[in-house]
T-cell receptor, first 114, second 113 residues
Framework: ETGVTQSPTHLIKTRGQQVTLRCSSQ?????VSWYQQALGQGPQFIFQ???????GRGNFPPRFSGLQFPNYSSELNVNALELDDSALYLC?????????????FGPGTRLLVL | DQQVKQNSPSLSVQEGRISILNCDYT??????FLWYKKYPAEGPTFLIS?????DKNEDGRFTVFLNKSAKHLSLHIVPSQPGDSAVYFC????????????FGAGTILRVKS
Protein backbone atom coordinates (compact mmCIF):
# COMPACT_ATOMS: atom_id res chain seq x y z
CA GLU A 1 0.00 0.00 0.00
CA THR A 2 1.49 3.34 -1.08
CA GLY A 3 1.30 6.15 1.45
CA VAL A 4 0.74 9.85 0.88
CA THR A 5 3.53 11.53 -1.04
CA GLN A 6 4.23 15.23 -1.53
CA SER A 7 6.53 17.22 -3.77
CA PRO A 8 8.73 19.13 -3.56
CA THR A 9 10.12 18.60 -0.06
CA HIS A 10 11.50 22.11 0.22
CA LEU A 11 10.92 25.31 -1.73
CA ILE A 12 12.21 28.88 -1.54
CA LYS A 13 10.23 31.68 -3.19
CA THR A 14 10.21 35.45 -3.03
CA ARG A 15 7.31 37.65 -2.01
CA GLY A 16 4.75 38.11 -4.79
CA GLN A 17 5.59 34.88 -6.60
CA GLN A 18 3.27 31.95 -7.13
CA VAL A 19 3.82 28.35 -5.99
CA THR A 20 2.28 24.96 -6.74
CA LEU A 21 2.56 22.06 -4.32
CA ARG A 22 1.63 18.50 -5.24
CA CYS A 23 0.18 15.55 -3.37
CA SER A 24 -0.55 11.94 -4.26
CA SER A 25 -3.12 10.30 -2.03
CA GLN A 26 -2.80 6.91 -0.39
CA UNK A 27 -4.11 4.10 -2.58
CA UNK A 28 -7.82 3.49 -2.01
CA UNK A 29 -8.46 7.03 -0.73
CA UNK A 30 -10.72 9.51 -2.54
CA UNK A 31 -10.38 12.69 -0.48
CA VAL A 32 -7.48 15.08 -0.02
CA SER A 33 -7.17 17.77 2.63
CA TRP A 34 -4.50 20.47 2.86
CA TYR A 35 -3.16 22.00 6.06
CA GLN A 36 -0.69 24.77 6.87
CA GLN A 37 1.54 24.34 9.91
CA ALA A 38 3.37 27.41 11.14
CA LEU A 39 6.28 27.04 13.53
CA GLY A 40 5.19 26.05 17.03
CA GLN A 41 1.54 25.60 16.07
CA GLY A 42 -0.75 22.78 15.12
CA PRO A 43 -1.77 22.29 11.50
CA GLN A 44 -4.53 24.63 10.26
CA PHE A 45 -7.12 23.38 7.75
CA ILE A 46 -6.92 25.09 4.35
CA PHE A 47 -9.43 23.12 2.26
CA GLN A 48 -10.55 19.66 1.26
CA UNK A 49 -11.20 18.11 -2.15
CA UNK A 50 -13.60 15.27 -2.88
CA UNK A 51 -14.78 14.18 -6.32
CA UNK A 52 -12.60 16.89 -7.85
CA UNK A 53 -14.50 19.67 -6.08
CA UNK A 54 -13.74 21.80 -3.04
CA UNK A 55 -15.56 20.27 -0.10
CA GLY A 56 -14.96 22.69 2.74
CA ARG A 57 -12.57 25.56 3.31
CA GLY A 58 -10.84 27.04 6.32
CA ASN A 59 -10.06 30.66 7.04
CA PHE A 60 -7.66 31.23 4.14
CA PRO A 61 -7.90 33.90 1.43
CA PRO A 62 -8.85 33.13 -2.20
CA ARG A 63 -5.22 33.32 -3.29
CA PHE A 64 -5.00 29.80 -1.83
CA SER A 65 -6.61 27.52 -4.39
CA GLY A 66 -6.51 23.86 -5.27
CA LEU A 67 -7.33 21.10 -7.66
CA GLN A 68 -8.07 17.42 -7.44
CA PHE A 69 -7.49 15.14 -10.41
CA PRO A 70 -9.40 12.00 -11.49
CA ASN A 71 -6.68 9.83 -9.90
CA TYR A 72 -7.38 11.66 -6.58
CA SER A 73 -4.03 13.45 -6.55
CA SER A 74 -4.16 17.13 -5.73
CA GLU A 75 -2.41 20.47 -6.09
CA LEU A 76 -2.29 23.47 -3.80
CA ASN A 77 -1.63 26.80 -5.48
CA VAL A 78 -0.73 29.97 -3.65
CA ASN A 79 -0.63 33.27 -5.54
CA ALA A 80 0.98 36.55 -4.53
CA LEU A 81 3.09 34.93 -1.83
CA GLU A 82 3.51 36.80 1.45
CA LEU A 83 6.20 36.37 4.09
CA ASP A 84 3.62 34.84 6.47
CA ASP A 85 3.01 32.03 3.98
CA SER A 86 6.30 30.51 5.11
CA ALA A 87 5.24 27.24 6.72
CA LEU A 88 5.05 23.47 6.40
CA TYR A 89 2.25 22.50 4.02
CA LEU A 90 0.73 19.12 4.75
CA CYS A 91 -1.49 17.01 2.58
CA UNK A 92 -3.68 14.29 4.06
CA UNK A 93 -5.79 11.67 2.34
CA UNK A 94 -8.83 9.79 3.57
CA UNK A 95 -11.74 7.70 2.36
CA UNK A 96 -15.02 9.60 2.41
CA UNK A 97 -17.82 7.25 3.31
CA UNK A 98 -15.73 5.07 5.57
CA UNK A 99 -17.04 4.44 9.08
CA UNK A 100 -14.27 6.52 10.59
CA UNK A 101 -12.61 8.89 8.15
CA UNK A 102 -9.08 8.91 9.49
CA UNK A 103 -6.74 11.25 7.63
CA UNK A 104 -3.23 10.08 6.83
CA PHE A 105 -0.56 12.67 6.24
CA GLY A 106 2.30 13.03 3.83
CA PRO A 107 5.76 14.27 4.82
CA GLY A 108 4.96 17.88 3.93
CA THR A 109 6.49 20.62 1.81
CA ARG A 110 8.44 23.27 3.65
CA LEU A 111 7.97 26.65 1.97
CA LEU A 112 10.15 29.63 2.72
CA VAL A 113 9.10 33.02 1.37
CA LEU A 114 11.81 35.69 1.33
CA ASP B 1 -10.90 30.62 18.58
CA GLN B 2 -9.00 27.65 19.91
CA GLN B 3 -11.50 24.84 19.86
CA VAL B 4 -8.87 22.24 20.76
CA LYS B 5 -6.32 22.97 23.44
CA GLN B 6 -3.26 21.15 24.67
CA ASN B 7 -2.27 23.11 27.73
CA SER B 8 1.05 21.39 28.39
CA PRO B 9 3.69 22.50 25.87
CA SER B 10 6.06 19.78 27.05
CA LEU B 11 6.27 16.68 29.21
CA SER B 12 9.31 14.76 30.42
CA VAL B 13 8.98 11.12 31.55
CA GLN B 14 11.38 8.41 32.60
CA GLU B 15 11.65 5.34 30.38
CA GLY B 16 9.29 2.59 31.52
CA ARG B 17 6.89 4.98 33.25
CA ILE B 18 3.49 6.15 32.05
CA SER B 19 3.13 9.24 29.84
CA ILE B 20 -0.19 11.07 30.04
CA LEU B 21 -0.96 13.71 27.44
CA ASN B 22 -4.07 15.82 27.84
CA CYS B 23 -6.38 17.64 25.47
CA ASP B 24 -9.49 19.78 25.99
CA TYR B 25 -12.09 20.84 23.45
CA THR B 26 -14.93 23.31 23.43
CA UNK B 27 -17.13 22.31 20.46
CA UNK B 28 -19.74 19.74 21.47
CA UNK B 29 -20.30 18.87 17.78
CA UNK B 30 -16.95 17.06 17.61
CA UNK B 31 -17.62 13.34 17.25
CA UNK B 32 -14.23 11.89 16.36
CA PHE B 33 -10.92 12.44 18.09
CA LEU B 34 -7.43 11.47 16.99
CA TRP B 35 -3.86 11.56 18.24
CA TYR B 36 -0.95 12.06 15.88
CA LYS B 37 2.77 11.79 16.57
CA LYS B 38 5.22 13.98 14.70
CA TYR B 39 8.98 13.71 14.41
CA PRO B 40 11.03 16.65 13.08
CA ALA B 41 11.06 16.90 9.27
CA GLU B 42 8.23 14.36 8.95
CA GLY B 43 4.48 14.60 8.57
CA PRO B 44 2.14 13.67 11.44
CA THR B 45 1.71 9.92 11.89
CA PHE B 46 -1.70 8.62 12.97
CA LEU B 47 -1.51 6.95 16.35
CA ILE B 48 -4.95 6.17 17.71
CA SER B 49 -8.50 7.50 17.55
CA UNK B 50 -11.77 7.35 19.42
CA UNK B 51 -15.36 7.92 18.42
CA UNK B 52 -17.64 9.98 20.65
CA UNK B 53 -19.78 6.91 21.31
CA UNK B 54 -16.91 5.32 23.25
CA ASP B 55 -15.01 6.36 26.34
CA LYS B 56 -11.88 4.27 25.83
CA ASN B 57 -9.87 2.80 23.00
CA GLU B 58 -6.72 0.76 23.40
CA ASP B 59 -4.02 -0.23 20.93
CA GLY B 60 -0.95 -1.89 22.39
CA ARG B 61 0.90 0.56 24.63
CA PHE B 62 -1.47 3.40 23.68
CA THR B 63 -4.85 4.08 25.28
CA VAL B 64 -7.09 7.07 24.65
CA PHE B 65 -9.76 8.08 27.16
CA LEU B 66 -12.67 10.38 26.34
CA ASN B 67 -14.71 12.25 28.95
CA LYS B 68 -17.49 13.95 26.99
CA SER B 69 -19.07 15.69 29.95
CA ALA B 70 -15.74 17.38 30.70
CA LYS B 71 -14.87 17.77 27.00
CA HIS B 72 -11.52 16.20 27.77
CA LEU B 73 -9.43 13.44 26.29
CA SER B 74 -6.13 11.95 27.25
CA LEU B 75 -3.53 9.68 25.71
CA HIS B 76 -1.75 7.20 27.94
CA ILE B 77 1.47 5.56 26.84
CA VAL B 78 2.71 2.71 28.99
CA PRO B 79 5.47 1.79 29.24
CA SER B 80 7.09 4.86 27.69
CA GLN B 81 10.10 4.28 25.46
CA PRO B 82 12.81 6.70 24.22
CA GLY B 83 11.46 6.26 20.67
CA ASP B 84 8.19 7.81 21.83
CA SER B 85 9.94 11.17 22.12
CA ALA B 86 8.13 13.39 19.61
CA VAL B 87 5.47 16.09 19.34
CA TYR B 88 1.96 14.76 19.99
CA PHE B 89 -1.04 16.48 18.44
CA CYS B 90 -4.62 16.05 19.52
CA UNK B 91 -7.19 16.59 16.74
CA UNK B 92 -10.96 16.59 16.55
CA UNK B 93 -13.49 16.47 13.74
CA UNK B 94 -17.24 16.54 13.18
CA UNK B 95 -19.23 14.96 10.38
CA UNK B 96 -21.36 18.12 10.40
CA UNK B 97 -18.28 20.13 9.36
CA UNK B 98 -17.10 17.71 6.70
CA UNK B 99 -14.55 15.96 8.89
CA UNK B 100 -11.95 18.71 8.71
CA UNK B 101 -9.45 18.25 11.50
CA UNK B 102 -9.02 20.89 14.19
CA PHE B 103 -5.66 20.49 15.91
CA GLY B 104 -4.24 21.49 19.25
CA ALA B 105 -0.86 23.19 19.42
CA GLY B 106 0.94 19.99 20.38
CA THR B 107 2.84 18.63 23.37
CA ILE B 108 6.54 17.77 23.17
CA LEU B 109 7.14 14.46 24.92
CA ARG B 110 10.67 13.58 26.05
CA VAL B 111 11.27 10.08 27.34
CA LYS B 112 14.54 9.85 29.25
CA SER B 113 16.49 6.61 29.36
Amino acid sequence: ETGVTQSPTHLIKTRGQQVTLRCSSQSGHNTVSWYQQALGQGPQFIFQYYREEENGRGNFPPRFSGLQFPNYSSELNVNALELDDSALYLCASSLTGAYQETQYFGPGTRLLVL
Amino acid sequence: DQQVKQNSPSLSVQEGRISILNCDYTNSMFDYFLWYKKYPAEGPTFLISISSIKDKNEDGRFTVFLNKSAKHLSLHIVPSQPGDSAVYFCAASARKYGNKLVFGAGTILRVKS
